[in-house]
Every structure is written in C-alpha cells, then in structure tokens.
C-alpha cells in the first residue's frame, strides 16, 4: 500500500507555470514518474514474453519494472522494520519477490505496476489538496520597496520588514505585508482573502493584506504585522495543519493495522505450511500463500478515509472555508446543536442608519436632517460617524463643509455648518422618538441646531443578507434550532434574531457565560458548533465540539481557537461545510464496506478455490484504486455545490443526529 504521510505544503513541488497554475501537473510528481517508467518497462517485456522471446529479452525490462516501481515503497517498509513497525507497503514488495521467485515473473511485475500507480494517485490527491488552498490564498511577493526616513528606496525581502516600516506598492504590484494605508488611494484586489468580486477602495488609514492586488493608484503603507504573522502566513499554517492531522477513524484504522499485519502474516505461513504438509506442490503452496498475504492486505482499508476527508478540506478552502484539520473536518458533520454570536456573525458588524425622524417644528424633512447631521460628522472616524455619511451619500446628498470641528468620546461632535452650530450627540432629554427607537433596538443620535433638537437619528448592525437562510439550513441539518449567544443588550438581540430567523436567545452574556451556555448544551448530550468572531467568542470557539470563526471582522484569538475560518465572511458557508462533512463521513463508509467486501471475496475464494494471482493482485490492488478515486471525487466544485444545495434545501443528510428537543429548547 502506498505511503499515507502528506507533504509539507511549503515543501511541495510548486505548479508548473500553465494554464491553471495552481494544478500539479501528474508528471510532475516524482511518485508519477516512477509509476510511468514501471508502466512502459512492463508494457515492453510483456508483448516480448508471452511472443516466446528469449529471456534475455524480456528479463531486463522486467527487473527495471520491479526496481522502478518497487524501491521506494521497499526502502519505506525496511526503515518502518527497523523501527519494529511491519509496513503492508514492504508485504506487497515480498509479495511481488516472491511471485517471481517462483517463476511468476510477469504476475510480480503486474503487482508492482498497480502498486505504484495506487501510490501514485494518492499522491496526486494530495498535491492538488495543496493547490487548491495554495490557489487561495494568493502569497505574498518575495521583495518589496521599503523606504528609509530621508525618503530613499530599498528593496528588500519581505521577511525583512518589521512593524513600522514604511513600504511603497506601486500601481499593479501585490502588496509585501500587512498593514494601514498611510497616504494615498487606489483600489485593491482582495478576493483572494476576503473573497469580495469587486476591488476594494483604499486610502489613508484602511488596511491592507499581503498578497492583494494593487490597482492604478500608488500606496504608502505601514508594515502592521511582520511576514510569519501575516494573514496569509496564518491562513497557511492552518493548512498545514490540515495536511498533517489525521481524523480518528484513520488512526484507529492505522492503530488496527500493525495487528493486523501480523495476524496476516501468521495467517500467510499457515496458508503456506499446512496444504506443504499435506502433500502439496511447493510451487502451489507457495502462490496460494503469496495470493493470500496480496488479497488480505488492508491497503484499501487504511487508504479509505484520507482521501474523502482531505479532498473535502481543500475543496471547502476552495470556496472560502479553511478547515484547520481532516481531523475538524470529520468532526463538523457530527454537530446536532449551533451557536451564533450576533454583532459581527449573524450581522455585519458595522451601523447602518435605519431611521432618520426630523422633530416637528424643525424645519427640516428627513434628507434636510440626514445632510446636516453628516455634514458635521464628516471628519469624525466614529463608526456611526460614518454610516451616517454612507447613508447621506447613498441618498446622493450634498454635504456642506464643517469648520471648528471637535469631537468628545462618549458624548458626540459638533462643527459649524452653514453658519450655524451643529451638535451630534448622544440623547439626553426623554423624547418620544429616542425611546421608540431604543425600544426597537436601535441605537439613537441626537441631532441639535444652535442649541435645540432638531430630529432623531436612528442606527443598527444589519443583519447578514444570507443569515435568515443559514440558521434555516443549519436547524434543518442537525434537526435543533440554532440559539443566539450575545453580550449585546437584549432588545437588539431579539430583533436581530426575530430577522434571522433565530428563536432561543441569551444576551448580556460575558465570555465566561458564552462558555456557560456551550457547556451546558454539550451536558445535554449536543455536540455543539459555535459560529463567532470576537475576542469574547474565543472560550466558546475553544470549548465547543467544532467552533467556525467569520474570516473578515474576525479577531486573531478567535481565528485562533475556532477549528475553521469562514475567509468571504458567508454565514452561508457555514451548513455548506457541514453537509460537505457528512458527505465527507458517507463516503469514509462508503470506502470501508467496499475495501472489506473485496478482501472478504478474495480471501475466500483463495482459501476455498484456486484464485490466480494475477486475478488477486487486480483484485486487491484494483480496490485500493477504487477507493482512492471515490474520496478525489469531494475535490469537484460539483461536491461543494451539492452540499450547498442540500443545506439550502434544508433535506436531511447521512450521519444527522435528529432528536425531539431543540438545542433553544435545552438552554431553556
């Protein structure tokens, strides 16, 4: 059986330059080459052999086609013996030695052959694994242009840069590092990282990633993050991660496999000695033994859960959800409860003015209100500063300029607009309108003219476009309503949750109670999954069954402590990875029944039969090859597609925990 190790992404042979360059092309594998050189020296001894050429035609070709195709797996399965470990990949080659020691020469060669073929196509599946999230994540340049203090240009290598260092991105060049726009504008191609279709606006104090596309502007930026903390940089450790972590089933099926292994080479002697007592042939007795250890590895067995779960974690990288391990991956279609954090997860996690009532006897219609308070709010750099700005310009309003501009925190700004003073605040005097809006969970602005109120501004975090539809997916999916768990004040959580679509909501929790409330659930007997984003949803990522942070707003503790990161902040993702999961879990199984039923039939039919050892090596090998490209086929965008659909659908998939409470339920 071929090698399960997984490369080291920073180590993998890099895609040749072609038409899609972040594909691999098979040739380019090394375990590839030596399958194809075995392939041609077999295809060019056979015709010679059974044409009844001399030996000294076809024997060399043979020997090439077993050293090809058979060194590397010997050489792996003579150090596994060393370190008193039997290697089923070591069996094979005895297998095939020993085929041809008894005069079966083009059966080993045939052995070999499939053999590495097998080997090579688990090491495509993980070399285009390495591509797709490679694909993603658009890596920094290797130099960039550092200026000194005088003004002088250096180019240097990126991991040179340090925080506070100033660099210089021309137009059309990708940025060397994190960091904050120091002056300048341009537009940047972020899609890479945040997944937006549209290049991004930048000017002075926006931020910039490593990696990014540079527009037509040039851009002075400030070095915020140094080259191995960059987003990048972490996006690619947490692949990594997914490349070297191995699921539960795999390590129980690799814990089983050294006993295993010797039982089947117990089993090969007796196979071997008994019919040799009886009065067997030895050539016989031989070739049934050798057949039997062939049909009775459990290459498909140990090969089966690997490739699904790995094919499934590249292709969710894919489409913007990097899942840190196969191990996370399996996990995720076992949830039966979800968590949501609100401000950032179920919203957008920015205001949006909702509301904007001008108070009788003010003078003022609502475009009239909305125009003055952000004419004053203009210099302000206060989030709800500039939603109130967004909203006038999305109105197409025409903003006076503001002089003697001062803004206080905690109270609001004021500036001389038109002549006349302008104060926006936050509410002091009990009006109608302030508590009407705050009883809707809105947050209310003040807006005063020469010293009286002349309206009312209302604002809110907007919940996310796709939110109503994904908690609907996620209830259908693990058969509970999902519960919102928020530190925000309790009416703004109702009203965001009645728009989601939310029913069980716990707000003015504390981290700790976040933690309290997961715990409480997981109790229950709920494998929980907490979607978040904050620092304060870090614990809750942490203690939960499978924590999933939102990419774009999230904090570095909670892309840190979640097991996946949703890169295009799409809460949508979020039942897509899980039904991919379970997909994922469904052909795991699906890969072990057939791998066992194949080495069942053979078994028996060597033991009760005459089963020909060219029949068994096609058989045996024939199903680890089967089982190989049943797990490639979650690399399709078709996969992901599917699982989308199904988690929209709300249709129930394998592997559902449904119970009759709901996870709202519980918490009550």
């Known amino acids: 059986m071929p090698s399960t190790d997984t490369p080291n992404l920073r180590n993998a042979p890099p895609a040749p330059p072609a038409r899609d360059a972040r594909r691999t092309r098979l040739l380019a594998l090394p375990e590839a080459r030596w399958a194809a050189a075995a392939l041609l020296l077999f295809l060019l001894a056979l015709p010679l052999h059974l044409a009844g050429a001399p030996a000294w035609a076809w024997g060399p070709p043979y020997a090439l086609a077993y050293g090809c195709g058979g060194w590397e797996p010997g050489r792996a399965g003579l150090r596994a013996l060393r370190g008193r470990t039997l290697d089923v990949d070591l069996l094979m080659v005895v297998a095939a030695l020993g085929a ?6 083009t059966d080993g060669a045939l052995l070999i052959v499939i053999f590495a073929t097998s080997g090579a196509l688990e090491a495509l599946a ?32 990126v991991e040179e840069l340090a925080v506070g260092d100033v660099v210089l991105v021309r137009p059309g060049e990708r940025i060397g590092a994190d960091g904050l726009v120091l002056d300048g504008a341009s537009e940047v191609d972020q899609a890479g990282i945040t997944g937006e279709p549209l290049p991004a606006a930048k000017r002075a104090g926006d931020e910039v990633f490593a990696g990014t596309l540079n527009g037509t502007g040039a851009l002075r930026v400030r070095v915020g993050r140094e080259a191995g903390d960059s987003v990048v940089a972490r996006i690619v450790e947490l692949v990594e991660e997914a490349s070297e972590t191995k699921a539960p089933t795999q390590l129980f099926v690799e814990r089983i496999e050294q006993r295993y292994s010797l039982g089947m080479v117990a089993a090969t002697l007796a196979v071997f000695a008994v019919p040799l007592l009886a009065g067997a042939a030895f050539t016989d007795a031989l070739l049934r033994a050798m057949t039997f250890m062939i049909v009775a590895s459990p290459c498909a067995v140990v090969l089966a859960t690997m490739p699904p779960l790995l094919s499934a974690v590249a292709n969710a990288g894919r489409h913007g959800v990097l899942v840190k391990s196969a191990v996370v991956m399996e996990r995720l279609g076992r949830v039966d409860a979800v968590a949501l954090d609100k401000t950032g997860t179920l919203t957008e996690g920015a ?9 009788p006897g003010s003078g003022l219609d609502p475009d009239g209100l909305l125009a003055l308070a952000a004419a004053a709010e203009q210099p302000s750099e206060h989030p709800l500063a500039r939603a109130v700005v967004a909203a006038a310009r999305a109105r197409g309003l025409t903003l006076a300029d503001a002089a003697d501009f001062a803004s206080t925190p905690g109270v609001g700004v004021t500036a001389t607009v038109a002549g006349r003073s302008v104060a926006v605040t936050a509410p002091i005097e009990p009006l109608s309108f302030v508590a009407e809006l705050e009883e809707a969970g809105r947050t209310a602005v003040l807006v005063s003219r020469d010293g009286a109120a002349v309206g009312v501004l209302g604002a809110a975090d907007r919940v996310r476009p796709d939110a109503a539809a994904a908690v609907a997916a996620l209830g259908a999916l693990t058969g ?3 519960v919102l768990l928020t530190g925000d004040n309790p009416r703004a959580a109702r009203r965001a949750a009645a728009e989601a679509g939310v029913t069980g909501v716990r707000a003015g929790l504390l981290p700790q109670d976040k933690v309290a409330a997961v715990q409480e659930l997981e109790t229950a007997g709920r494998r929980v999954l907490m979607v978040g984003d904050g620092v304060n949803d870090a614990p809750a990522l942490a203690a939960a069954h499978s924590g999933v942070a939102m990419g774009r707003t999230g904090s570095d503790l909670a892309l840190e402590s979640a097991d996946a990161v949703v890169v295009r902040d799409e809460l949508a993702a979020v039942p897509a990875v899980v039904a991919l999961s379970r997909r994922a879990r469904s052909m795991v199984v699906q890969n072990l029944v057939l791998a066992a039923a194949f080495i069942a039939v053979l078994v028996v039919w060597d033991l009760v039969g005459t089963l020909p050892l060219p029949l068994g090596v096609l058989g045996h090998e024939g199903s680890t090859v089967l089982v190989g490209l049943n797990g490639l086929r979650l690399l399709r965008d078709a996969a992901w597609d599917r699982a989308a659909g199904t988690a929209a659908a709300g249709r129930p998939v394998a592997w559902r925990a449904v119970t009759g409470r709901a996870a709202a339920g519980v918490l009550r």
């Open 126 to 157: 993980t070399a285009r694994t390495a591509d797709s999230v490679r694909g993603l994540l658009g890596l920094a340049p290797a130099t960039a242009a550092r200026l000194s203090e005088d003004g002088t240009e250096r180019t240097v290598p």
């Open 480 to 482: 509970a309503a999902p």
């Open 351 to 359: 205001p949006h003015v909702t509301d904007v009532r001008p108070l």
């Open 100 to 105: 041809a020691a008894v005069g079966q020469v």
